[in-house]
T-cell receptor, first 115, second 115 residues
Framework: AQTVTQSQPEMSVQEAETVTLSCTYDTSESDYYLFWYKQPPSRQMILVIRQEAYKQQNATENRFSVNFQKAAKSFSLKISDSQLGDAAMYFCAYRSPTRDDKIIFGKGTRLHILP | ETGVTQTPRHLVMGMTNKKSLKCEQHLGHNAMYWYKQSAKKPLELMFVYNFKEQTENNSVPSRFSPECPNSSHLFLHLHTLQPEDSALYLC??????????????FGNGTRLTVT
């Protein structure tokens, strides 16, 4: 069975600095999809960025980028120029391409932004 | 407007009550999901419906009963719950089967308290 591990329960970063959130996963599948979601105090889960496993190029969305290392089964999220609005829980997620369509989440990392 | 609407936003119920959670999506998706979010635990996938058919049931107790009358609506019927069932229940939708890069779109959740 697939698993997703986020080893950092909490992190803090100074406003305008860069922070990296780690995520590792375990799977025997060769093709899959990875996502980072953000959950602010409003509870709304919002997609931050996504990556297809068959693509070698790392995904980038404005200040958010990933470092996808398929062999190491690592999928870290880098947030550049951190802003106060980035404070939230961040969840890494794995999506299987099989028919059962499992989407597995990590336990999350709470990110604090220090003014 | 998130595209996925959950009601009610908060629910307090006794262990002998029967209640239902409702989810509606306006995104034209063909898959809907129920997740349970408890403190300090990963999001737990409860049920998956693809094209209105249940494809995943992660050994959820029978006191939780899902219903998917069409691809836009999803219900979670609750009866004789336990205090440990208190959690945030999140509904999500996506495109599935052939477009697995489609991310999940979440509702704001129902905060359930069982007394």
């Amino acid at each position: 069975a697939q698993t997703v591990t986020q080893s950092q329960p909490e992190m803090s970063v100074q406003e305008a600095e860069t922070v990296t959130l780690s995520c590792t996963y375990d799977t025997s599948e060769s093709d899959y999809y990875l996502f980072w979601y953000k959950q602010p105090p409003s509870r709304q889960m919002i997609l931050v960025i996504r990556q297809e496993a068959y693509k070698q190029q790392n995904a980038t969305e404005n200040r958010f980028s990933v470092n996808f290392q398929k062999a190491a089964k690592s999928f870290s999220l880098k947030i550049s120029d951190s802003q106060l609005g980035d404070a939230a829980m961040y969840f890494c997620a794995y999506r299987s391409p099989t028919r059962d369509d499992k989407i597995i989440f990590g336990k999350g990392t709470r990110l604090h932004i220090l003014p | 407007e998130t595209g996925v609407t959950q009601t009610p936003r908060h629910l307090v119920m006794g262990m002998t009550n029967k209640k239902s959670l409702k989810c509606e999506q306006h995104l034209g998706h063909n898959a809907m999901y129920w997740y349970k979010q408890s403190a300090k635990k990963p999001l737990e996938l409860m049920f998956v419906y693809n094209f209105k058919e249940q494809t995943e049931n992660n050994s959820v107790p029978s006191r939780f009963s899902p219903e998917c009358p069409n691809s836009s609506h999803l219900f979670l019927h609750l009866h004789t719950l336990q205090p440990e069932d208190s959690a945030l229940y999140l509904c999500a939708s996506s495109q599935a089967l052939g477009d697995n890069n489609s991310p999940l779109h979440f509702g704001n959740g129902t905060r359930l308290t069982v007394t």
